[in-house]
T-cell receptor
Framework: EAGVVQSPRYKIIEKKQPVAFWCNPI?????LYWYRQNLGQGPELLIR????????DSQLPKDRFSAERLKGVDSTLKIQPAELGDSAVYLC???????????????FGPGTRLLVL | AQSVTQLDSQVPVFEEAPVELRCNYS??????LFWYVQYPNQGLQLLLK??????LVKGINGFEAEFNKSQTSFHLRKPSVHISDTAEYFC?????????????FGSGTRLLVRP
C-alpha cells in the first residue's frame, strides 16, 4: 500500500513569490492534515480536513496561506506571497476515520522542504 | 503552559546500551499519548501509543513506553540500541478544546547512537 505522497520534496523560492505544495493521502483515508515543522521543533498543525471540509484551520495564517481539498482526496497548500519566515518543512498526514477516534494513528508523508531566500 | 515537554534535546549513547527518552505532559490534556520517530529526510512514523489499559506499551523496533499518571510522564525506553536507531524522537499528546482536537508535539529529542 502506498503511503502519503507529497510533492515537490524540495523548493527554493525568493521572498514574495507564490508556492504550492501537493499531497495525496493514503487511499480511503478521510482525514487529512497539514503541518509545519520549523528547524529543531516538532510539527505544528496548520489545518485539518475531514473529507472536503476544513474542520480546524485556526492555526493557518489566512492572510497568505490557503488550502483546498476539493474532492475529498488530494490537497494543495499555497503560500502567496512567501516570506523569509516561511522556510520550514511542510508535512502532510492522513488518518482513516472521520476524526471522532482521538487515538487514531496519523500517517505522515516525507514532507516538502521550503527555503525562502 | 506547554502541553508536552521533552527536556533532552539530544541524547548520545553507545551501541547496545539502554536508553530512556523523557517526556512529560500537562495534566490538562487528555491522556492519549504517542511517540513518533523521524529519520533524516523522512516523515514521522508511529512507534507506539497509549490510549487506555496497561500502562506499559510496547511498540515497533523494540521500543516501549510507560504511562505514569502520578508523574505525568510517558518516557520511551529501549534496552539495547542499534546504530539504525539514530533519529529524532517526538512525544505527542492529543489536546482537546470544545469539539476540536489536535495532536501537539514536543520539541523532539535527537538520539545519537555511537559505535
Amino acid at each position: 500500500e502506498a503511503g502519503v505522497v507529497q510533492s515537490p520534496r524540495y523548493k527554493i523560492i525568493e521572498k514574495k513569490q507564490p508556492v504550492a505544495f501537493w499531497c495525496n493521502p493514503i487511499s480511503g483515508h478521510n482525514t487529512l492534515y497539514w503541518y509545519r515543522q520549523n528547524l529543531g521543533q516538532g510539527p505544528e498543525l496548520l489545518i485539518r480536513y475531514e473529507n472536503e471540509e476544513a474542520v480546524d484551520d485556526s492555526q493557518l495564517p489566512k492572510d497568505r496561506f490557503s488550502a483546498e481539498r476539493l474532492k475529498g482526496v488530494d490537497s494543495t497548500l499555497k503560500i502567496q506571497p512567501a516570506e523569509l519566515g516561511d522556510s520550514a518543512v511542510y508535512l502532510c498526514a492522513s488518518s482513516l476515520g472521520s476524526g471522532e477516534d482521538l487515538g487514531e494513528t496519523q500517517y505522515f508523508g516525507p514532507g516538502t522542504r521550503l527555503l525562502v531566500l | 503552559a506547554q502541553s508536552v515537554t521533552q527536556l533532552d534535546s539530544q541524547v548520545p549513547v553507545f551501541e547496545e546500551a539502554p536508553v530512556e527518552l523523557r517526556c512529560n505532559y500537562s495534566s490538562s490534556v487528555s491522556v492519549y499519548l504517542f511517540w513518533y520517530v523521524q529519520y533524516p529526510n523522512q516523515g514521522l512514523q508511529l512507534l507506539l501509543k497509549y490510549l487506555s489499559g496497561s500502562t506499559l506499551v510496547k511498540g515497533i523496533n523494540g521500543f516501549e513506553a510507560e504511562f505514569n499518571k502520578s508523574q505525568t510522564s510517558f518516557h520511551l525506553r529501549k534496552p539495547s540500541v542499534h546504530i539504525s536507531d539514530t533519529a529524532e524522537y517526538f512525544c505527542a499528546v492529543i489536546l482537546r478544546k470544545d469539539s476540536s482536537y489536535k495532536l501537539i508535539f514536543g520539541s523532539g529529542t535527537r538520539l545519537l547512537v555511537r559505535p
